[in-house]
């Protein structure tokens, strides 16, 4: 077992037992608690198990599993199955189990799985060591035994090829597990047979000696099998593994079957291990499911979690509303709803996932119970025909608050069937969210089961007497009141400062580690200000004081300057070796802003754990918000001896910053194409050129000044060009200007039929200023050409991305030139959705692009707030546009915000990219410190006036920096810029 515990904390047990029941055993090292649902005929049990750590297996007898006998209360009602690590020194280990004595001073861990962490991001990294990975391809291997039970040999009743065919369906049998868990999450997950040469399509026979004592000894045989495969792979079985299905001969094991929590085993009796119910509602336990209940904790039967069928193996079941939004299968854009205040629409069931867009999924949540609700309609055909209940009705299930992920209650838990609805009927929930005068109603108006898909119509909405009964108490999304007319409850005016998080960002863990009592490295942050709210740090062990200092810029220079260094967190370290202590900083978080830098340095008297690096320069870990780069190590504090390059071996917790309308600060933010973030200040009217590529490309921006924003927040972006050439493709000019006007323009004020653009704000010219554009819609033009623009809720307005390179140039015209749609064309709503994860608020804009979907209206949408797509053989751009709110004048402003989505493989090749974000295009790096410029707007931009860059007009190609390869620019910046391209 590898394993870091990355958290912990210690606490004593009350002294309430005798000191007779300690039994003799060697002292318990760390080992990984595993919760053990145990599936009798009726009913089931729980046991507590811990996976030990290599150098405790001879003290076990050599068993990697052992039971936790009489685990207190206390522990169990806080330990997470597969997550949590238990330290106890006075406790005892035997092959029988762990003792833990009255009085037992214990320590409580969370694990981070290191050996996946290469691949993964840092939040897939967190959703794995917490939860168990229910994406991807699970590697699954079946066990059959041969057991040579003391001269009297058991084995298994059936055979390899039998058991790869029921589980996998090797030779033909149409529903087995795998085919099931496929269908079941429409793709999401794959189970594959392990692939080894000791292994036959997915099953290997294993030879172990264990003797029957008359008594359930299915745990004694789970050991026995894992130690031997340990030996056939010659590794941890986590490299090869993901479940293990192992298949008790009979007489051996007296239930049905059991499964750790999180875990990877599972075992079952004889006659039940092909059965596909009992394979998947295992596997489930193992991907951190909890039973399904009704009445009885067994007894929804609309789902796996409930009741397994015996001896009917092509039974075809998946699982209900809460564990289908826990597994995440279904996370797609729109096919997930989170109820707010109301929502009415039309869902349809998880069978007929793959033929519709339509949602399938929908979450109530209570934050104040975390008792959460989650519907879902329960069609009967193909994967799911065999549901055993709520046959074709609206399913309501709710999930009690578990102490799993940091109390996100839909993680973990029980579920519970609380209504199946049919048409005409309702449910209602009163006190809802703990709130006397709040009630919430489920009505499913309609149920067709005459189409394909079959589809229910419900609407879900929320009653009140007061408007305590609607606020959340949360400022940064608006104060919630309630219509007294209606006795409906009013969504408040969200200011968009809500943080986003908290996330986390891991370091690879050291392999081979050294040791030293400092630690310095550097982070850089992307596109984004976040607040570093705390860290976690690879101890040595011992109890010392731990300190954290920070400064803005990077260590370099520094290391022995402790007035160069401020003090952030200290805290008294009590992790054991190889755990990992935490420090949250104090007194607030480290504001770190888009584009800059920040150095950190822990010292541990008792030693920080560290790997060897390469290059100082080198990120050892990013993501999409930091990057964290090597750093180095010293024999004491702010002196001794360095140690460099090194990789610091830990993990950062923090939170992405909002302000209200993203995007629109004043004095325009430059976000560069390789992470540069830089003020250009601009002048009021002025036109500048953003990018010039000679011959392909010239897009320019106009600044104005907002005066009642605040000074030096007052500039803005008010209008843009766009001119693409591509003679040399297709015979084809355009010229597009985008522009604003304070007030609406009268056909839009006095129409009101009329949808347009901010509310008659926005205009688009497609033959540069000649005539224009105002309302919402799809505009074709010349062959290849499109522009998309729509109002925008503002949840949905994009924050800023990067472009993509298109593999070829799309420079095949049709029927003689003119444009038909093309393949790669999406239609508008596609394109919206496309970009959901990009958006500022990708949960609140969920329900909002769902509700476009099935009322096909996105044109028809009213708004101050509009997005812009641009669509050419050239390039293709992303606009939003943004104005302040209308009832808070503080700051009038109108924003327009616009990169690049995809750029021809032509484009992109050309050597010169000029403007002041095409000069981003190459890194420049610090002559000394030999580290990215990200941030010097002088030493970024070859003009170091604004000037430099103001072109004549919308459509002007001519500005003073402009260079073409042979002027003073051009020779001064070549020696320090380094293309990437």
Known sequence: MRLVTVLSATFSLLAEASENQVMAGNQLKECLIFERFITGENESSIAWDCELADDDLTSADGNRFVPIINLPEEISSTAVSGVTTFLSPSSTISKDGIMIPPGSEYTLGTIVHHHYQESLSSSDQRKLSL?????????????????????????????????????????????????????????????????????????????????????????????????????????????????VLICNPPGSYFGAAWAHINGMLSTYNDNVCPQVTFNMHEVGHNLGLFHSSENGEYDDQSGLMGFSYNNEDDKQMCFNAAKSWQLGWYDAPSRRVTFHTAWSGTIVGVAEYALSTLSVLIKIPQEATGNNYYINFNRAVGMNADTQDGIDQVLITSSRWDPYGDNVSDLAGYSYLKAKLSAGESYTIANFNNKPGLTLTVDVHAIDLSTTPATADLSIELTCASNSDCDDNKACNGIETCDTSTNLCVPGVDTGTCPLGPYKIFTPFCGACFVQPSNMFDIEVNNADIDITGLQYSSYGGNYIVEVYTKTGTHVGSEQDPTAWELVGTATSSAPRNEMGEIVFSPGPIRVTAGGRQAFYIHHPGGLKYGAGSDINTVTTDNDYLSIYEGKASSAKFGGTFVAPEIWSGEMTFLELQYGDPGTNGDPIILGLQKQVFKFDGQDGAWYSNLAIKNYLQWNMQFKRFNSCPIDADMFISSMSLSTSTLSLLGQESNILIVTTPEPIPECSEDPNKVCLGDGTLHISLDGGETFLSEAGEYQYGSQHRVVAHNTYGACSRKWHDYDITSNDNNQLREGGRRTSVVQEKKPLSLLMDHKYTMIDPLECDQWIEDRWQRNDLF??????????????????????????????????????????????????QPEWQGILGETKHKIYHEQTGSQIKSDRLQLLRGKDDADYEVNGPFGKEFAALDNGHGSFHNLMSSVIQTIF
């Open 860 to 909: 028809q949408q009213r708004g101050q707030w509009s997005t812009i797509y641009i669509e050419t053989p050239l390039v293709s751009f992303h606009v939003e546009y943004r104005r302040s709110d209308w009832f808070h004048k503080k700051c009038d402003f109108q924003s327009l915000d616009a990169w690049m989505t995809t750029v021809s493989k032509t484009l992109e090749e």
């Open 131 to 243: 939860y168990g990975e229910r994406l991807g391809t699970r590697r699954a291997l079946v066990v059959r035994i041969v057991n040579g039970n003391n001269g009297s040999p058991v084995e298994t009743t059936w055979s390899q090829a039998h058991l790869s065919d029921e589980i996998f369906g090797v030779s033909g049998d149409p529903v087995n597990m795998k085919s099931q868990f496929e269908a079941c999450s429409a793709g999401a997950m794959t189970v594959e047979p392990v692939s080894h040469s000791s292994v036959t399509d997915g099953v290997i026979t294993v030879n172990i000696d264990v003797a029957l004592t008359g008594g359930d000894i299915s745990g004694d045989q789970a050991n026995a099998v894992v130690t031997e495969l340990e030996s056939i792979f010659g590794a941890p079985l986590e490299d090869y593994v993901d479940h």
